[in-house]
């Protein structure tokens, strides 16, 4: 008779740091995060988050918590979120690999390839449901829609639904909210002022559709996802990644945070005929996903797979610094960066349900936060900042971690 041993997993339910299986990467074997998040986690306040520290070759990865609280599901790296708004970076890199190969340039008015950009109408005022317009002087190019200089509103009419109070009233296809942004009236004249869009967003995905024959979402598969093995993110979760999905909670001071069903701008069902992709904000991911997205952009452009998806030239001239015109802030092609590039330059960007992440390609530094908030302040913020600069100031690199690790072993 053969006995078969079996193994118990015992999951400890509020708090663990964890070391990823990845390639490129060591465990730190520090805490900075768990010594912030546990009390929060102990007084439920946060029911459930995700940070992942690295640099150079060295990670700490802390899953604190809960995916879903009522269900003591623990959250984890391969449970999908909704990104939001991270969805813009994604864009940005598929324009900036038609830039590099020729295709299209920053500069080229969107009409070239979206000919209901030729005319545009700047809106003036609007008094007694009477709107006065005058016609745009300057031409939109490809950078101002990627970098909300367009003038655009946040969402098309089509996707409000201003009669309930706001959000989304049902998305559209991306060729369709194009054509309906070029024939609104937009906010200023393209190039002279910053303005937070969506929509511009969504005319640049519309681009690379007239530039390279296909479906946004496909091309960004073909060209992002498949290449970096970011096999679980895409518009449409399945029915069996929505069960494990992280649950939205809203803050609560000194009380447990409390679960929404949804929130106004994203509307259940998830994954039905009425969900269209949205360059601006759409698409879902996982903890382990996201970092394959951001790890090669803090390579330049290389994939920690080795697979090579932009040239470095490309990253460091229109990703990781600004591409709007001076005393305009900083922001390059769907992500945030700084207007002078400098060895303590990050570049990045975050999601309405709290996500965050961002990148320091010279040090090779990385900071990603994943959390599904549905409102209230994120009273540990500062105490992360605190621990994200112990973790960086730390001297870890490799060796040490090594030589840290050999000497546990001996004891």
């Not at 193994?7 to 490129?24: E, K, R």
């Not at 995700?50 to 609280?69: M, P, R």
């Not at 002087?137 to 706001?166: C, Q, W, Y």
């Amino acid at each position: 008779m053969i006995m078969k041993k079996t193994t118990l997993l015992i999951i400890l339910a509020g708090l663990t740091c964890l070391s990823l299986p990845a390639q490129a990467q060591k465990d730190s074997k520090t805490t900075y995060a768990k010594e912030v998040l546990q009390p929060y986690v102990d007084n439920g306040q946060l029911a459930g988050a995700i940070s992942v520290f690295y640099k150079d070759g060295v990670q700490e990865t802390c899953l604190a918590g809960y995916a879903d609280v009522a269900k003591k599901r623990p959250i984890r790296m391969d449970n999908v979120f909704m990104q939001c708004s991270q969805t813009k970076g994604f864009c940005g890199v598929t324009i900036a690999k038609l830039v590099e190969e020729g295709k299209i340039s920053l500069d080229d008015p969107v009409s070239k390839y979206l000919p209901e950009f030729k005319e545009l109408w700047v809106l003036d005022e609007e008094k007694d449901g009477v709107k006065t317009l005058h016609k745009a002087k300057n031409v939109l190019t490809i950078r101002m829609v990627l970098n909300h200089t367009g003038g655009f509103p946040f969402e098309i009419s089509a996707k409000r639904d201003d009669v309930r109070g706001g959000g989304w009233s049902g998305g559209a296809p991306i060729r369709q909210v194009a054509s309906i942004a070029a024939a609104s009236p937009i906010m200023f004249e393209p190039g002279t002022k910053e303005s937070y869009s969506n929509t511009g967003i969504d005319i640049g995905a519309a681009v690379v559709e007239a530039v390279t024959g296909m479906k946004w979402e496909q091309y960004l598969k073909q060209e992002v996802l498949d290449p970096l093995g970011m096999k679980s993110s895409w518009f449409w979760p399945t029915d069996k990644q929505i069960k494990k999905k992280i649950e939205l909670y809203e803050y609560k001071e000194n009380a447990p945070a409390v679960w929404r069903e949804e929130m106004g701008w994203q509307q259940r069902p998830y994954n039905d005929s009425h969900v269209f992709a949205s360059a601006g904000a759409g698409l879902w991911t996982t903890a382990s996903d996201q970092l394959k997205f951001y790890k090669m952009l803090m390579n330049l452009g290389v994939g920690d797979n080795g697979v090579r998806i932009l040239k470095e030239e490309t990253v460091k001239s229109i990703l990781a610094v600004t591409t709007r015109p001076e005393n305009m802030g900083g922001y390059s092609l769907g992500l945030t960066a700084p207007v002078k590039d400098s060895e303590d330059a990050w570049f990045g960007h975050g999601g309405a349900w709290g996500t965050n992440c961002s990148v320091n390609w010279h040090k090779k530094q990385l900071k990603l936060w994943v959390i599904q908030s549905a409102g209230g302040p994120q009273p540990w913020s500062a105490a992360m900042n605190e621990a994200a600069d112990k973790f960086f100031a730390a001297p870890l690199g490799k060796s040490s971690v090594d030589e840290y690790t050999g000497r546990i072993g001996e004891k």
